[in-house]
């Protein structure tokens, strides 16, 4: 028996803790639910800023992350203001914006059109949300004004080339009107330079290629005049060599027939040589007479009254 009512008490603890369990997973969400609707409490999230006015009137400003217990704060006019209040929640997170092709005119009177890139910060939630109502719009025409008014009448290469002047420029212009307004202006870039006028840029493209082509043409003629200087050095250099082996040449020859004709037999021996070496070499036709033959007699016949009966053949060595 004893046992059966251990048992009986234990499973009793255990249903009652579980219903308590089940009870507060129930109610405190409930609760909570309440006390923040009455205004007991709020939390606050990281770079988040909560600003509560009741009747037109600021009574809290709250940007502290965490959990934070508004009946300690306002006292009794926490429930009010949850109430009949406002409660504003802005972000104070760094956030970005571009306005693209702002138009300027260089000193040139080109125009132009420029794009700029800034970042921005809300460091006044109060003076955000109270001195200006739409304060975002305002920094962004002050920031588009700004522009118009630094950069206008710029020379045209300033503009193209020296982008982080003007930058500085359009930041330290607006920075003291933004303070007003509840907003710290981080970063400004001028991100983007171009021509407004497409007939503008299309002058200018066709102005870019004919240069290009200009230079390539200068550079091929210049290329083909290096060539024509060198062929031509090379040319005068090789004549020059030709004309000094041209007027060795008689002298080597004269030289080797001078020393050939201290020996009269070595001379005559060379002359009868190259005099058979000339008649092979011509085109001449020659007659072979037997000797002691009566041929020269029909010959001399033949001469006047007409050839015949006479063999004739291509020279040939005897």
């Known amino acids: 028996m004893s046992n059966f009512h251990d048992m009986s008490g234990l499973a009793l603890f255990f249903i009652s803790g579980l219903g308590m369990f089940i009870g507060m997973l129930i109610a405190m969400p409930v609760f909570f639910g309440i006390a923040r609707a009455l205004g007991l409490y709020t939390v ?12 037109g009137k600021v009574v809290a400003v709250i940007d502290e992350p965490g959990l934070h217990w508004l009946i300690f ?7 009010l203001v949850s ?10 997170r760094l956030d970005q914006a571009y306005i693209r092709s702002t138009p300027v005119n260089s000193e040139e009177g080109a125009p132009m059109g420029i794009g700029i890139w800034y970042e921005m910060s809300i460091s006044d939630p109060v003076a955000y949300l109270f ?7 305002s920094l962004a025409a002050n920031v588009g004004n700004s522009t118009v008014r630094c950069l206008s009448n710029l020379k ?17 212009e607006v920075s003291p009107q933004s303070q007003e307004w509840g907003f710290t202006l981080g970063s400004v870039y001028i991100r983007k330079v171009h021509f407004r006028d497409a007939e503008m840029t299309k002058q200018i493209e066709e102005k870019v290629v004919n240069r290009l082509r200009q230079v390539t043409g200068a550079i091929k003629q210049d290329g083909v005049n290096q060539v024509s200087i060198i062929s031509s050095t090379a040319e005068r250099q090789a004549a020059n060599e030709f004309a000094k082996a041209a007027a060795m040449r008689p002298q080597i020859v004269g030289a080797a027939l001078q020393k050939i004709s201290e020996d009269a037999d070595i001379s005559r021996a060379l002359f009868e040589t ?20 009566a041929v020269l007699g029909q010959l001399l016949a033949s001469g006047r009254g007409g050839t015949a009966g006479i063999a004739s053949k291509p020279a040939a060595a005897k």
């Open 44 to 55: 606050v999230e990281e770079r988040e800023c909560k600003v509560y006015d009741l009747f």
């Open 73 to 79: 704060k306002l006292g009794l006019k926490a429930p």
């Open 83 to 92: 109430l009949l209040g406002k409660c504003h929640v802005l972000d104070l």
């Open 131 to 137: 001195k200006n109502a739409d304060p975002r719009g």
């Open 156 to 172: 045209l290469a300033s503009m193209l080339e020296n982008r982080h002047p003007m930058s500085q420029t359009v930041r330290d």
């Open 274 to 293: 190259l005099e058979t070496q000339n008649i092979i070499d011509g085109q001449a036709v020659i007659t072979l007479i037997p000797k002691n033959g």
